[in-house]
């Protein structure tokens, strides 16, 4: 049963999330903790597959999310990831790349 609030909380963030970053984090921890649950179920370890493979989630969610949602200078023309709000270049603010 807590494993289900866990999985709830996680969809709830999902959609409540603001950046792409986020969202990708949320929806990596709940894959992977899904996915992690599974596999754990299969040593008795179901809770402790489901945090690992949630964690393992969030964090390959957002790095990939991350560098989906670049951005590059319309100045000098270089793209950067979001990370980044002005070109270290030149001191141009950046835009988002439209997709």
Do not use: N, W
């Not at 909380?9 to 990596?28: E, I, P």
């Not at 709940?30 to 489901?50: N, R």
């Not at 964090?59 to 270290?88: H, M, N, Q, Y």
Request: proline share 2%; net charge positive.
């Amino acid at each position: 049963m807590k494993s289900l609030y866990s999985v709830l909380l996680l969809s709830l963030l999902f959609f409540c999330a603001c950046t792409t970053v986020q969202k990708g984090a949320a929806g990596g921890a709940v894959v992977g903790g899904g996915l992690g649950a599974i596999i754990g179920h299969q040593s008795g370890e179901t809770g402790k597959g489901a945090a690992i493979g949630a964690a393992a989630g969030a964090v390959g969610g957002a790095l990939i999310a991350d560098k989906l949602e670049a951005k590059f200078c319309p100045k000098c023309g270089r793209r950067f990831t979001s990370s980044l709000e002005i070109c270290p270049y030149d001191g141009t603010e950046l835009k988002a790349i439209e997709k």
